[in-house]
């Protein structure tokens, strides 16, 4: 199996985990908090969405899936490239609001379609290809790329485990 296979494998099991977290909530529900301050299901679903798109797009160039196809109005959000919900404060994780559970589920599928695109023509030895040298060590395309992975998996599982809270 070749490197890009087994991320085509990984990547490709991200769509259920967020299904699952999301389908059929209200637009309340995406924003109910599980404790004060904490982050919201919606929240959770938009920026593993949005970490995944602004990283693929560092990698492969051109412009984010989130300004391009116009998504942020659908959050309440401006259509700003650089917002991916790091540093968030409570305030601003509650001023995110899905219009539905399915706008979140579409931006994201639109995420992951281009993940796939992209993953499709990575060789192997493009998977060794450093793509930030800020780390020591430099960090290759194939870290990037798991930490990308990591990142939503862990993101899915918090909104899910977050939608269970909610007696789901």
Do not use: C
């Not at 797009?57 to 051109?62: D, P, S, V």
């Not at 919900?85 to 706008?103: D, F, I, K, M, N």
């Amino acid at each position: 199996m070749r490197g890009n296979e087994v991320l085509i494998e990984a990547f490709g099991r991200l769509p259920e985990l967020v299904a699952r977290a999301v389908e059929g909530l209200s637009p309340e529900q995406l924003r109910q908090a599980p404790a004060e301050g904490a982050n919201t299901i919606g929240w959770l679903v938009w920026h593993l969405t949005r970490v995944q798109d602004s990283h693929l797009t560092e990698l492969i160039g051109g412009q984010e899936v989130y300004v391009s196809g116009g998504w942020a109005p659908m959050f309440s959000q401006p259509a700003d490239s650089t917002d991916t919900g790091y540093g968030h404060s409570a305030e601003q994780v509650a001023a995110l609001a899905p219009e539905t559970s399915q706008a979140l589920l579409n931006y994201y599928a639109a995420v992951h379609e281009r993940t796939l695109d992209y993953l499709r023509e990575v060789s192997d030895d493009d998977l060794d290809r450093v793509v930030d040298k800020n780390w020591e060590p430099p960090v290759t395309l194939a870290v990037r790329l798991v930490s990308v992975y990591d990142d939503d998996a862990q993101h899915a599982g918090q909104a899910a485990y977050a939608r269970g809270l909610l007696g789901l």
